[in-house]
């Protein structure tokens, strides 16, 4: 308990005030290196006083330093710290560093310049200049070491000043002793409060780099969600103009399917009106009847499956696959007859149900279709009557899986090109494709019915996509 209060206490009165990372670090260690000479020369100034005036009177005389200069040294120290918790602490240490200078150049003077402990305390200072102040004024502290050495040197060599060199002749004493230990312990602890600031210095580093990598990785992470998030936007967008861009193609054949029967019915419906009141017009009248309800009901259909398409009010709900399939085919009708395809649908399956978007489904179907037609814009007319002009739309079920094929004869897709048809905006039609459809299906398939997507195909041969879902109602 006693250890932890001196060490709460000791941390407390060293704590530096200062704001600035590189003060703070200084500050801590002039405060540290101030309470730890403060203590060492107090137990050396007790030391001294014992040896001089109890044990050894006889050599106060002889010692290195007397007691009145340690115990003005230790009060010299006090007085630096208390100037350094008062916020000088820059000021302390210069006043600290051109003090020792200038005591040590008067030791040199005084004793010699080749005394071992003017040469120590000479060390001592550059060292302090370099952890204390900055490089730079370790420079300046060196330039005014060698200068004091070299004008000390040359005055004591030519005999110009006659320092006492008693110490040379003289008995080692222990206040010699405690003087380099006490040296020697300044230069350590300054050492180690130095290595162990950079150390702390370092890990902060360290950690705040590994902070920002955290950091970096996250924000990578947010800007690649970021940005699969405008690209699905885009996506989104683009698959919507090009839902009308596609209707909007087709509509002409729509018109010409619809206006056909508006037309018979309208026939039909005036022929009734002309016609006497006799069995066999009644019986005519029921077949003119019959047809245009059944022109009505296509026309609805119709209607009905452009609305849902462009609108995409589409939700999760059993539905027939069969039935989708067909109705594509139907709206599909025109474009193949204009270009001379045959669409051929066969189920081996049955009419299977299916739990999930219709309206999705439907557009798969209506892309795969719709390019197997155009397949065949490619292909030689000439060899219209030489191959088959067919696309083949096939249904079935195997192990628990629903899989959809569709199949052309028409031009193929080059070996190059596989990988690259469901990117976005990549097309082989030239400037008559806009690269979305495929790229809508595929994504369709895989994020909607968690499903897969396979296609083969050789050139001038034909292609085949092949579409695998799990079936849910299994």
């Not at 003087?179 to 702390?200: A, D, Y």
């Not at 924000?219 to 885009?234: C, G, N, S, Y």
Request: glycine share 4%.
């Amino acid at each position: 308990m006693l250890f932890k209060n001196i060490k709460y206490f000791f941390k407390k009165i060293t704590f530096p005030k200062s704001e600035k990372e590189d003060d703070i670090r200084k500050e801590f260690i002039l405060n540290r290196l101030l309470i730890s000479s403060i203590f060492l020369f107090t137990i050396a100034t007790i030391a001294n006083f014992i040896n001089s005036f109890i044990l050894s009177p006889s050599a106060y005389a002889n010692n290195a330093l007397s007691f009145q200069v340690i115990f003005l040294i230790l009060i010299f120290f006090v007085s630096l710290f208390i100037l350094s918790r008062k916020g000088f602490f820059c000021l302390a240490s210069y006043i600290l560093l051109s003090v020792f200078f200038l005591l040590t150049t008067y030791a040199g003077y005084q004793w010699g310049v080749d005394s071992h402990a003017t040469l120590l305390f000479y060390i001592l200072i550059i060292i302090m200049s370099g952890i204390l102040i900055s490089t730079r004024f370790a420079f300046v502290m060196l330039a005014g070491t060698v200068s004091a050495l070299l004008i000390l040197g040359y005055l004591q060599i030519n005999n110009i000043t006659h320092p006492n060199l008693f110490w040379k002749s003289a008995s080692l004493g222990m206040t010699d002793i405690i003087m380099f230990l006490t040296i020697f312990i300044i230069i350590t602890l300054v050492s180690w409060l130095s290595n162990r600031e950079i150390e702390k210095l370092l890990k902060r580093a360290k950690k705040s780099e590994r902070e920002l990598k955290i950091e970096r990785d996250s924000l990578e992470i947010k800007v690649a969600e970021r940005t699969r998030e405008l690209k699905e936007t885009q996506m989104e967008k683009m698959t919507q103009i090009y839902r009308f861009a596609e209707f909007g193609w087709l509509s002409s054949g729509l018109f010409h399917d619809l206006i056909n029967p508006l037309n018979a019915m309208s026939l039909n419906m005036e022929k009734v009106r002309c016609q006497d009141n006799n069995d066999s017009v009644v019986a005519e009248t029921k077949m003119y009847l019959d047809k245009a309800i059944a022109i009505s009901k296509r026309i609805e259909n119709f209607v009905a499956a452009v609305r849902r398409q462009i609108a995409r009010q589409g939700k999760a709900a059993i539905f027939s696959l069969a039935k989708e399939i067909e109705q594509v085919i139907e709206v599909l009708a025109h474009k193949a007859a204009k270009a001379n395809v045959k669409i051929f649908f066969s189920t081996k399956a049955g009419d299977v149900k299916y739990f999930g978007d219709a309206i999705k489904f439907n557009q798969i179907v209506l892309n795969l279709v719709a390019n197997a037609i155009d397949a065949y814009a490619l292909v030689d007319p000439s060899a219209g009557k030489k191959r088959k002009r067919d696309v083949l739309v096939c249904l079935r079920e195997e192990m628990g899986s629903i899989i959809l094929s569709v199949e052309d004869y028409g031009a193929g897709i080059a070996e190059d090109n596989l990988n690259k048809i469901f990117e976005p905006f990549f097309s082989t039609k030239d400037s008559e494709g806009m690269g979305i459809g495929l790229s809508m299906a595929k994504r369709i398939i895989e994020k909607d019915f968690n499903g897969l997507v396979e296609v083969k195909s050789e050139l001038h041969k034909g292609t085949i996509f092949i579409i695998t879902i799990p079936n849910k109602l299994l």
